[in-house]
């Protein structure tokens, strides 16, 4: 048979097989965490790490070649297509219909149970309605049905040798098709069962290698121990019965961020290298002086090598460090800066949250790598704002009960928080998608009113001018082109001072990445 040890793989029980089983034959490798977290990122950043890690597991992944990594529904997918394939094949049709002419002769059924007997009886009759009865039949049925058919196919009751060669080729057929569709049925099940990415060690590759062919096992087993890999490399953990995204994952999709908007901005020429490591300190002034010990070595060597020269070395010039010249760096002002997200109904129902999630995660590793005396702080606002943290982002959803756009509680709250930055450039970026429709009284009391009503934008526009009298620079980003919202994002930045930014989605990062590089170079 062509599946004789398929049965014997699949135990009636829980499997205890693990991925040490697998003996590396295929020389099969994963991904690395480092490629499941950068394809994973978005839906990390949009939903539970569960969720992420499921959708991943029965959708798939891209793998390092551009290619893609089949997840478990398209497995089931194939498993059902080669059930069809055999159950329809001509083979199978032909040798059932051999098998029922012989079983029309000697029934012998006496000793099968009721499914066994009218399986017996469709293989007589009508061989198509045989091949339903034998996808649907139990593991007993199937067992009884192949001993039987065994027995019969070597009896040698037919008229000649060639005859019985015949039979027992077309009951071979007919076995070999039972056993594979009986395996094809418990695998479909033990696939069924998986919930979690530890689950798919009970089902091993080699048996799907049996059946569906190698390339599928190899993208099972590639898939698990990619999955598996990542949950076990730090870039995730537990937090109670919740799982959570590392700060060390936070920082990793951050660089990567804003490696792409970098990329976005200026582009790469063919031969370009990507530099490692991380940009530091502040801009060379062109100014240079002597060397003292503790300072960066970032040598003016032109200075350098003239310095050794009138030192009297002679040739070929000898350094010493007494003639190291550096160049001077520009001190900049520190700067503290509120990035106020709008996370009401209509960012959630538009898809904007995300990008504004990856703004926040570009901007905070900009900061922390290029500005690392500057402070970034992040702001939430629906109908109320509050104060968040980059930690929270993944987490972070739209308000799904909470009704209003409060821009001027958000304004608020990010005035508040910049009355502690004393001595520093301040600045407020608010992102939004439309016109405010909720304030707080001076009581507190958070009104909703949509179209907004008089007294909201009133209050708004109040709260922009004391931005800018208490001498904070106000920037909008609308991601709108409604007339309406525009028109109000433009007078919003005029009482408050400050400066629109019309922005795509697909170009928010890199335009706010951008115009806070060009603002702390103008320092």
């Known amino acids: 048979m062509l599946v004789d040890n398929v049965k014997a793989e699949i135990p009636s029980q829980r499997s205890a097989a693990t991925y040490s089983r697998w003996d590396g034959a295929q020389a099969v ?30 959708r798939g992944l891209p793998d390092d070649a551009g290619g893609a990594l089949a997840g478990l529904d398209a497995l089931r997918d194939q498993m059902r297509a080669e059930r069809r394939r055999l159950e329809e094949s001509d083979d199978l049709r032909d040798a059932l219909e051999q098998l029922a002419e012989q079983l029309r002769r000697r029934s012998g059924a006496a000793d099968l149970d009721a499914d066994a007997s009218h399986l017996l009886s469709a293989l007589a009759a009508q061989p198509e309605v045989a091949r339903h009865v034998l996808a649907r039949a139990s593991a007993a049925t199937r067992d009884l049905l192949t001993t039987h058919l065994e027995s019969h196919s070597t009896v040698p009751a037919l ?40 689950d798919v060690a009970d089902v091993d590759p080699s048996l799907v290698r049996a059946l569906l062919g190698r390339e599928s096992g ?11 890999g990542f949950s076990q490399s730090g870039y995730v953990r537990s937090v109670g019965r919740r799982m959570e995204l590392s700060a060390r994952a936070l ?24 530099a490692s490591g991380r940009p530091h300190g502040h801009d060379l002034s062109g100014a240079s002086r002597a060397y003292q010990f503790g ?62 999630k990856k703004l926040a995660l570009a901007l905070s590793t900009l900061v922390r790598a290029r500005f690392p005396r500057d402070r970034l702080l992040l702001v939430a606002f629906s109908d109320t704002a509050r104060s968040v943290t980059p930690a929270d982002l993944p987490r972070l959803s739209w308000d799904r009960f909470g009704y209003g756009t409060n821009v001027q509680d958000a304004l608020r709250l990010a005035r508040s928080l910049l009355s502690t930055q004393r001595g520093q450039q301040r600045a407020i970026i608010l992102l939004t998608d439309g016109e405010p429709t909720a304030h707080r009284d001076d009581a507190g009391q958070v009104h909703f009113s949509h179209p907004a009503t008089q007294e909201t934008i009133a209050r708004t526009y109040a709260e922009a001018e004391r931005c800018r009298r208490d001498g904070i620079s106000l920037s909008v980003c609308v991601l709108s082109d409604q007339a309406q919202v525009v028109r109000f994002a433009q007078e919003l930045t005029r009482r408050g001072a400050g400066h629109l930014i019309s922005a795509h989605p697909d170009t928010l990062a890199a335009s706010i990445v951008l115009q806070y590089g060009r603002a702390r170079r103008a320092t």
């Open 159 to 198: 008229d000649s040798d060639d005859q019985l060669d015949a039979t027992s080729r077309f009951a071979g057929v007919a076995l070999d098709a039972i056993e594979r569709l009986h395996a094809l049925t418990a695998l479909e099940g033990r696939v069924r069962r998986i919930r979690r990415v530890e």
């Open 29 to 58: 490798t994963p991904l690395t965490p480092e490629d499941v977290l950068e394809a994973l990122a978005d839906g990390l950043l949009t939903g539970s790490i569960e969720q992420g890690l499921d959708r991943a597991l029965h």
């Open 218 to 228: 190899d993208a099972l087993e590639r898939l698990a121990r990619s999955l598996q």
């Open 295 to 356: 300072d960066p070595l970032t040598l003016d060597l032109s200075r350098t090598v003239l310095q050794a020269v009138r030192r009297g070395g002679g040739t070929p010039v000898e350094l010493d460090p007494a003639d190291f010249t550096i160049f001077e760096r520009e001190e900049s002002a520190r700067a503290a800066t509120v990035l106020a997200i709008d996370i009401s109904r209509s960012m959630g129902e538009r898809g904007y949250l995300l990008a504004a």
């Open 251 to 274: 920082q990793h999709i951050g660089d990567e961020l804003l490696s792409a908007i970098f990329n976005q901005l200026i582009g790469r020429s063919d031969g370009d290298h990507q």
